[in-house]
């Protein structure tokens, strides 16, 4: 089993900042990509960055230039700075991670973490 936990959501105003850490554990032999995405109350849940073990990076469009995503391959964790958070950036932002459990090709693993609330004022 592989678990994700985050922390760092919270309720800020708009143009403000937060941090989101994630960090992993369990039986892990190796972590592919780390990620998050985010849902929004009647909207389907949508990726917001990524970042691969040698730090390549995605990002969604309507965060590029605000966000930054980061990883810590010695503490298995993976963060997200927003930075000029808007309205519409408030969801539930999930951590997402895969990988190998094992050494064995066929012990693939995808792991979500619970999500934590950002809310973003206006």
């Known amino acids: 089993q592989v678990q994700l936990v985050e922390s760092g959501g919270g309720l800020v105003q708009a143009g403000g900042s937060l941090r989101l850490s994630c960090a992993a554990s369990g039986s892990i032999f190796s972590i592919n990509v780390m990620g998050w995405y985010r849902q929004a109350p009647g909207k389907q849940r949508e990726l917001v960055a990524a970042i691969t073990t040698g730090g390549i990076t995605n990002y969604a469009d309507s965060v590029k230039g605000r966000f930054t995503v980061s990883r810590d391959n010695a503490k298995n964790t993976v963060y997200l700075q927003m930075n000029s958070l808007k309205p519409e950036d408030t969801a539930v932002y999930y951590c997402?991670?895969?990988?190998?459990?094992?050494?064995?090709?066929?012990?693939?693993?995808?792991?979500w973490g619970q999500g934590t609330q950002v809310t973003v004022s206006s």
């Open positions: 997402n991670a895969n990988g190998r459990r094992t050494q064995h090709i066929d012990s693939y693993y995808e792991a």
